[in-house]
């Protein structure tokens, strides 16, 4: 793609080209984001089943047995968090949100085949491809602002994507600088290098939101409480 030209440098063939490659990016945020969200409502929907499962079991035993107050009281606090959770994540609407963002993704890629076909209509002038574009770049404006943001990460992944699709992703590593002439001292000043960017592209790779943070809560918490519950005695 190379260096980007100054405002005043660019012509209208140049203007589109860039665009698209925006809209591509968007719209792979896009894709990843509603691959994401039903990602998590796929996960949500196997823990409301362990939720009910467990709490349903263990308040049905409790009742059985009611002598045992410590697990009567255990069983009611987990089946109250298991609605409070399940009242939570229904108002997130992880599905309808994907779903939204899928068709917000065709969409953008409807943009971009306009926008494909004014480069390529070769019997246009320079003014009618710049009519044309600007209608394009109206339609595109709407469209963004009826439809929800992606986050940080997705547009990071986006991005990767790009420089992946265009061949820009094959830099030198530090370490492959290495030479025999190399000192020691700058030997370690590569190796922090190296895994330092190997720790910022880890970050980078996996999501760290506070949805997934939620998810892995309950993967521990249940599991605790039906071993606590089983050490109540």
């Given at each position: 793609?190379?260096?980007?030209?100054?405002?005043?440098?660019?012509?209208i063939?140049?203007?589109?080209?860039?665009?698209?490659?925006?809209?591509?990016?968007?719209?792979?945020?896009?894709?990843?984001?509603?691959?994401?969200?039903?990602?998590?409502?796929?996960?949500?929907?196997?823990?409301?089943?362990?939720?009910?499962?467990?709490?349903?079991?263990?308040?049905?035993?409790?009742?059985?047995?009611?002598?045992?107050?410590?697990?009567?009281?255990?069983?009611?606090?987990f089946?109250?968090?298991?609605?409070?959770?399940?009242?939570?994540?229904?108002?997130?609407n992880?599905?309808?949100?994907?779903?939204k963002?899928?068709?917000?993704?065709?969409?953008?890629?409807?943009?971009?085949?306009e926008l494909?076909?004014?480069?390529?209509?070769?019997?246009?002038?320079?003014?009618?491809?710049?009519?044309?574009?600007?209608?394009?770049?109206?339609?595109?404006?709407?469209?963004?602002?009826?439809?929800?943001?992606?986050?940080?990460?997705?547009?990071?992944?986006?991005?990767k994507?790009?420089k992946?699709?265009?061949?820009?992703?094959?830099?030198?590593?530090?370490?492959?600088?290495v030479?025999?002439?190399?000192?020691?001292e700058?030997?370690?000043?590569?190796?922090?290098?190296?895994h330092?960017?190997?720790?910022?592209?880890?970050?980078?790779?996996?999501?760290?939101?506070?949805?997934?943070?939620?998810?892995?809560?309950?993967?521990?918490?249940?599991?605790?409480?039906?071993?606590?519950?089983?050490?109540?005695?």
């Amino acid at each position: 793609m190379g260096e980007i030209r100054d405002f005043k440098d660019r012509d209208i063939d140049y203007e589109i080209n860039l665009k698209c490659n925006s809209i591509d990016t968007v719209r792979a945020a896009r894709i990843n984001t509603s691959k994401r969200l039903y990602e998590y409502a796929e996960k949500w929907e196997l823990i409301f089943l362990a939720m009910s499962l467990v709490s349903t079991g263990l308040l049905v035993y409790a009742l059985i047995n009611p002598e045992n107050k410590e697990r009567l009281a255990l069983s009611a606090l987990f089946s109250i968090y298991s609605l409070l959770v399940q009242n939570f994540v229904a108002k997130l609407n992880y599905n309808e949100r994907a779903l939204k963002l899928h068709h917000h993704q065709l969409e953008l890629e409807d943009f971009l085949l306009e926008l494909k076909s004014i480069i390529f209509q070769k019997k246009l002038n320079e003014d009618e491809k710049k009519e044309k574009y600007q209608q394009v770049m109206f339609k595109y404006q709407i469209s963004l602002r009826g439809n929800e943001n992606h986050s940080d990460y997705d547009h990071k992944y986006a991005k990767k994507y790009q420089k992946q699709k265009y061949n820009q992703g094959n830099s030198q590593s530090d370490m492959d600088k290495v030479t025999e002439g190399t000192t020691e001292e700058d030997k370690k000043k590569c190796w922090l290098i190296s895994h330092f960017l190997c720790i910022e592209e880890f970050i980078k790779r996996h999501d760290f939101s506070w949805n997934k943070f939620l998810i892995w809560f309950q993967y521990i918490l249940i599991p605790s409480v039906f071993i606590w519950y089983l050490l109540l005695s």
